[in-house]
């Protein structure tokens, strides 16, 4: 058993190098098959080419791993560039005699062939340099490509967390508000009580189950907006008109959740709470195929406009709304706030995914 178990081991961690080298291994042969095919034809031979590149491509493997391993993180990676320049034109160097004594040896039957590579010492030289100076480029390349989806990566999971942070706020901050509307109608003995207890039940469930996405159908939004608007109309009683009209097509569109409710508590928090006579709260919403149109408003008081006025004293969802609708939309939306002496207006579109 303590064999096989070795055996499997050593079986996982060799398939584990092959994978990890196999990108290297497939690069080296499609650049020595290149420059196989871009000498093919010369007065020496097919053999001869063959071998040739064969050799420059292993001292140009050599030169690129010397460099990517020992090189850059000993002098580029420390801000020494005179340093790393003058080490790797040493490298260079240094590799220059040592494939030119590879071919040396390998035609030592052959004067003319020797004397080929002994003339182009420069060219191997330089070619070597150059390859060096490739591998750097590639290297800044990918490392500034692999930081860069880090980074996103890292952005892409602060605004999870951040959207996660943000709605959890929203939910008890909506669950206290509508269990004061229920304790006020209890205190009423009102029979609409059972009304409103089923449907801050489909309210509960929407929030706790189905808007957990990024993207929910844009219908069951609206069925929440509605849930609420009904159970304002039964606490508000006749003194506050609650319109809200609808248009286009809703089956299909989908939006980011809760995003329209803390208009909507902000509407009966803040503006209707001063309201000694007739108040209203006017909703519209128009949906096309490629944005949605969202307009509330709702009446204000003139005889305490300090506290009338004041949406900062519950503006905890506002706040939450605005930095919601920059994580999910960006760009794509605006935002219009009015502030008038007898009414307050929120305009709203969103361009849709």
Not at 6 to 33: C, M, P, Q, V
Not at 225 to 230: Q, R, S
Not at 317 to 342: A, C, F, M, Q, S
Request: glycine fraction near 6%; aromatic fraction near 14%.
């Amino acid at each position: 058993m303590e064999v096989i178990l070795k055996n499997t081991i050593n079986s996982s961690g060799l398939k584990r190098s092959i994978e990890k080298y196999s990108d290297h291994i497939l690069f080296w042969l499609a650049f020595y098959l290149f420059f196989v095919l871009n000498e093919s034809k010369n007065e020496y031979g097919i053999f001869f080419t063959l071998f040739k590149e064969l050799v420059n491509v292993g001292f140009y493997a050599l030169i690129v791993y010397i460099n990517l391993n020992y090189l850059i993180p000993k002098f580029l990676h420390k801000k020494s560039l005179l340093s790393y320049i003058l080490a790797l034109g040493f490298a260079a160097l240094v590799v220059t005699p040592l494939k030119t004594l590879a071919f040396y040896l390998f035609y030592s039957d052959n004067p003319d062939i020797q004397g080929y590579f002994l003339e182009r010492q420069g060219d191997i030289f330089l070619s070597s340099l150059f390859i060096g100076i490739g591998s750097t480029g590639f290297k800044i390349i990918n490392d500034w490509a692999f930081h860069q989806r880090e980074k996103q990566e890292l952005q892409k999971r602060s605004l999870e967390s951040e959207l996660n942070f943000l709605k959890s706020q929203i939910n008890p901050h909506f669950l206290f508000n509508t269990l004061n509307n229920l304790y006020a109608l209890t205190l009423k003995k009102s029979d609409n009580a059972p009304e409103i207890v089923l449907k801050l039940s489909e309210m509960m469930r929407y929030m706790l189950y189905e808007c957990n996405e990024k993207r929910v159908p844009l219908w069951k939004e609206i069925n929440y907006l509605k849930n609420y608007l009904d159970l304002e109309k039964i606490r508000q009683g006749s003194h506050v008109e609650i319109e809200f009209q609808q248009e286009g097509e809703v089956e299909n569109q989908k939006i980011a959740p809760l995003l329209f409710i803390p208009f909507v508590e902000n509407c009966f928090k803040h503006g209707l709470k001063n309201e000694i006579g007739e108040g209203y709260v006017r909703l519209k919403l128009n949906v096309n195929k490629d944005n949605i149109a969202f307009t509330i408003a709702n009446s204000k008081s003139t005889v305490l406009p300090s506290q009338a006025n004041n949406r900062k004293s519950g503006g905890i969802g506002l706040i939450n709304v605005k930095k919601r609708l920059k994580l999910h939309y960006g760009t794509e939306y605006n935002l219009e706030i009015y502030d008038y002496p007898n009414e307050y207006r929120i305009d709203l579109k969103i361009n849709l995914d």
